[in-house]
């Protein structure tokens, strides 16, 4: 058994008695999900910055928390501070959200009464949602290819797999109309139910287009949102955390789990190529190095595009699958920025005294640029033109807040995950290093604008525009979900219709990671579902 990228499907098949091979093309196991001390005593999590996705489930079968996992949950979660002018010397507002609903409630009062009443309401419609689509993280779609082409005993046992679609209709019930409206509306005109204060509503429709080429204005944004409010850690639903040690710590504790049950485990060991016996039948795979390494299923946590039209030969593919593969949408918004500080950034609207001194808002996730909708949609519209947006929505994490191993005494690590920065420039222009300091400056500007003194504390960067994300981590346009999670690339779709239950046209090759049902995020669920799938199938050679 060869998986690429990929350790907890190898710490799944180990326990099962499958031996398994781990290969990285990297120096360090884990794909976005890393650790790096990119600038001396300062460490980061490179790409993804942020814990809550994860399946329950993963946490218990692998033993994470025996493997060295540790969580920090984060109360409160969520500050928007306002830029707000000529009020008198006062202090500009500010929301912040936390797991005390009358609390929330109050921060919500500043901006609408009306608003600090409908909100327990929304967090319960949404709630019912999440419930009712969590049972279909955890299984694989029915298999459409396999549902045509099989006997009457293989039909039977498909239609099994649509079990959970049922009981997430029956879940619903009578308000099924009202929730497919939220998964195919525009988020804005989902908001606009519920609410009438623009901070809350930006606050709430960043969750919508995080990560997403796509404006809170798009049909279907609604989807993104539940996609990142569906998560949960310590059995708290919809909360998000930092790692202890960094999202490294949670791909390392997975491959201790492997390791510890015989799984081998390689780095700097990219893959040429899969390869296929004469029978049209995956027979393992080529290393760069020249190694051969045998196999009877090969499992790829790659993109599709990565999987299919660069390692798989493509005269075993038909080539309609590969015409779909080439065509999946895979526009990122997303430049981040990686900061090191000497400092905690100092708000206006919730000013330290004294200096550096630690506050509840600085563990949340703090969301500038983002008072009101209109801005996230002219960001997006500029970045739609080849821009980078001049007031980007900018997501801003200080880890270091929690955990005290990321930075050395007094200072601190930040994650910026920004956008809307298009991957093609317009009018010509590449993404050099000019192009790079010209949108990270213009996004310190604005964090200035904040927390004046920003700038000053600033000890080093690392920029990783969409080029950058795609050449360093393979996340094809630089989408940290491999492919869109638009209505059309999800459940039956993901990747492609017809091809939707992580086997593939090539028999003994599997698709794991995000660009596999259901999506990504740093969540497991698709290697979880496909380590099972894969582990039916060996049985049956």
Request: aromatic share 8%; charged share 20%.
């Amino acid at each position: 058994m060869v998986l690429m990228h990929t350790c907890h499907q190898a710490a799944y098949l180990q326990r099962l008695g499958v031996n398994t091979v781990v290969l990285e093309k990297r120096h360090v196991i884990g794909g976005a999900a890393v650790t790096e001390e990119i600038i001396p005593g300062f460490k980061f999590s490179r790409a993804s910055y942020l814990l809550s996705l994860l399946r329950p489930q993963i946490y218990t079968d692998l033993e994470l928390k025996k493997y060295g996992l540790k969580l920090h949950l984060r109360d409160p979660y969520a500050f928007t501070p306002m830029l707000e002018e000529g009020r008198g010397g006062k202090v500009p507002r500010s929301l912040l959200l936390g797991t005390d609903m009358a609390e929330n409630q109050k921060q919500i009062a500043q901006f609408s009464w009306k608003d600090a009443q409908a909100f327990p309401r929304y967090e319960e419609f949404m709630s019912l949602l999440v419930l009712a689509i969590d049972p279909l993280l955890d299984a694989a779609p029915l298999d459409i290819a396999a549902f045509q082409h099989g006997s009457l005993l293989q039909r039977l046992k498909l239609l099994s797999t649509l079990k959970p679609l049922v009981k997430a209709g029956r879940t619903l019930g009578a308000q099924l109309p009202q929730y497919y409206q939220v998964l195919t509306a525009p988020i804005t005109k989902v908001l606009d139910q519920w609410f009438e204060s623009e901070p809350l509503k930006a606050t709430l429709a960043t969750d919508a287009v995080i990560g997403a080429m796509t404006s809170p204005r798009t049909p279907g944004s609604g989807y993104v949102l539940l996609h990142h409010v569906m998560g949960g850690l310590e059995g708290t639903r919809g909360a998000w955390g930092y790692v202890q040690g960094g999202m490294g710590a949670v791909s390392d504790a997975i491959a201790s789990s492997a390791t510890a049950h015989g799984a081998s485990i390689f780095t700097d060991k990219p893959v040429a190529k899969v390869q296929v016996n004469h029978e049209g039948r995956v027979e393992g795979v080529l290393l760069e190095d020249g190694l051969e390494i045998k196999s009877r299923v090969v499992l790829s946590c790659a993109s599709p595009q990565v999987t299919f039209l660069k390692l798989t030969p493509q005269d075993w593919l038909p080539e309609s699958f590969r015409e779909r593969i080439s065509q999946l949408d895979t526009q990122s918004p997303v430049t981040k920025i990686n900061v090191a500080v000497d400092r905690l950034p100092n708000f206006l609207a919730a000013p330290s005294a004294p200096k550096n001194q630690l506050l509840p808002h600085h563990q949340c996730s703090i969301h500038l640029n983002c008072e009101n909708t209109l801005l996230l949609h002219q960001a997006f519209e500029e970045a739609v033109g080849g821009l980078p947006s001049r007031r980007p929505m900018i997501e801003l994490c200080i880890p270091s807040s929690l955990d005290r191993t990321l930075a050395p005494p007094g200072c601190h690590v930040i994650s910026l995950f920004t956008q809307f920065t298009p991957y093609t420039l317009a009018g010509g222009r590449v993404w050099d290093e000019q192009e790079r300091n010209a949108y990270a400056d213009r996004v310190f500007d604005c964090i200035e604008d904040y927390a004046p003194g920003f700038k000053a504390s600033v000890v080093g960067r690392d920029i990783l525009t969409p080029p950058d994300l795609e050449r360093i981590f393979g996340l094809p346009g630089g989408n940290i979900f491999h492919c869109a999670m638009s209505l059309d690339q999800l459940y039956f779709a993901r990747p492609v219709p017809l091809h939707s239950g992580y086997r593939c046209p090539l028999p003994g090759l599997y698709l794991c990671g995000s660009g596999a049902h259901p999506g990504g995020g740093v969540m497991g669920a698709a290697g979880r579902n496909a380590a099972h799938v894969v582990f039916e199938d060996l049985k049956n050679m």
